[in-house]
């Protein structure tokens, strides 16, 4: 069974530095890219980049570029989500996704995880 | 960016009713768009892909049509699980860009 496992939940401060996870399962990790999508409260999905785990090759969205950093450890099949300073506005729910790679901006996305909760708050 | 504009923003609707949800690029995207569907505390899921083709696993009262940059989901009769928040996105060019996402609510 295909899984991507999220980690938990985070209350972070104005400036503090986080790292969320997404672990894959039940599928060969390198065969397929991962991209996060952020969804603010109450608001829509937002596409935020995506890796390609088999070569560490990322693309971002002009939005979070210089502000987030995707990468991934392929020898424990997981993709994570980085900022060194957090702004107050960087609270979310964050999602991973997985899709098939093989074309430029790779296909469509059929297995999400099953989100994080980031607050940033003073 | 490609621009995804999705209509209506809610839509409300009874049982049994047939729901139709468009979404317009602004340019071509060459079929490479996908539906997901999102209900409150979940994680968006995979309704149709590359325009027309239906997932497996989801009932086929769910499918998509295009006509040039004009995308349509069509629930032929809405069923209880169908309240939800419904998305588009084009996979065609970066940034990947989704629709603002379609409410569909009971009358």
């Known amino acids: 069974e295909v899984q991507l496992v999220q980690s938990g939940a985070e209350v972070k401060k104005p400036g503090e530095s986080l790292r969320i996870s997404c672990k894959g399962s039940?599928?060969?990790?390198?065969?397929?890219?991962i991209s996060w999508v952020r969804q603010m409260p109450g608001k829509g999905l937002e596409w935020m980049g995506r890796?390609?785990?088999?070569?560490?090759?990322?693309k971002y969205s002009p939005s979070f570029e210089g502000h987030v950093t995707i990468s991934a450890d392929r020898s424990i099949s997981t993709a994570y989500l980085q900022w060194s300073s957090l702004e107050a506005s960087d609270t979310a729910m964050y999602f991973c996704?997985?899709?098939?790679?093989?074309?430029?901006?790779?296909?469509?996305?059929?297995?999400w995880g099953l989100g994080s909760l980031v607050t940033v708050s003073s | 960016d490609i621009q995804m504009t999705q209509s209506p923003s809610t839509l409300s609707a009874s049982v049994g009713d047939r729901v139709t949800i468009t979404c317009r690029a602004s340019?071509?995207?060459?079929?490479?768009l996908a539906w997901y569907q999102q209900k409150p505390g979940n994680a968006p899921k995979l309704l149709i892909y590359?325009?027309?083709s239906l997932e497996s696993g989801v009932p086929s009262r769910f499918s998509g049509s295009e006509s040039g940059t004009e995308f349509t989901l069509t629930i032929s009769s809405l069923q209880p699980p169908d309240f939800a928040t419904y998305y588009c996105?084009?996979?065609?060019?970066?940034?990947?860009?989704f629709g603002g996402g379609t409410k569909v609510e009971i009358k």
């Open positions: 996704a997985r899709s098939l790679g093989g074309v430029l901006t790779g296909y469509h996305f059929d297995y």
């Open positions: 039940g599928y060969s990790f390198t065969n397929y890219w």
């Open positions: 890796i390609d785990p088999s070569e560490s090759k990322t």
């Open positions: 340019q071509n995207i060459n079929s490479w």
């Open positions: 590359k325009a027309s």
């Open positions: 996105q084009q996979y065609n060019s970066y940034p990947l860009t």
